[in-house]
Nanobody
Framework: QVQLVESGGGLALAGGSLRLSCAAS????????VGWFRQSPGKAREFVAF????????DYADSVKGRFTISKNDAKDTVFLQMNSLKPEDTAVYYC???????????????WGQGTQVTVSS
């Protein structure tokens, strides 16, 4: 079973930046499409960003469009989420997940990482 491991979370000031990483093993991300999601306390997990396995399609939630950028490095088997102009409402646990095909739906993804906490203070 493939494991996904997120890292890069932490504490940031509003207006600051963080870069999250999602690592796998075995040339995994060249075969799967990857989504980033987040979940705040008391709220449902929500879509943040998507990148296709061919690196030709990206998609973003309206709340992060223009501030967050998803990218991948297949040689390092890692997907990144660059988060700029952070806002307190970006505070959440961030998860990466994989599937075949483009989707914003949490239930369409079958393999998930353990998550990394992002906290943005004002």
């Amino acid at each position: 079973q493939v494991q996904l491991v997120e890292s890069g979370g932490g504490l940031a000031l509003a207006g600051g930046s963080l870069r999250l990483s999602c690592a796998a093993s075995g040339r995994f991300f060249s075969a799967y499409d990857v989504g980033w999601f987040r979940q705040s306390p008391g709220k449902a997990r929500e879509f943040v960003a998507f990148i296709s396995r061919t690196d030709t399609i990206t998609d973003y939630a309206d709340s992060v469009k223009g501030r967050f950028t998803i990218s991948k490095n297949d040689a390092k088997d890692t997907v990144f989420l660059q988060m700029n102009s952070l806002k307190p409402e970006d505070t959440a646990v961030y998860y990466c997940a994989v599937r075949f095909g483009n989707s914003r739906e949490v239930t369409d993804y079958s393999i998930w990482g353990q998550g990394t906490q992002v906290t943005v203070s004002s």
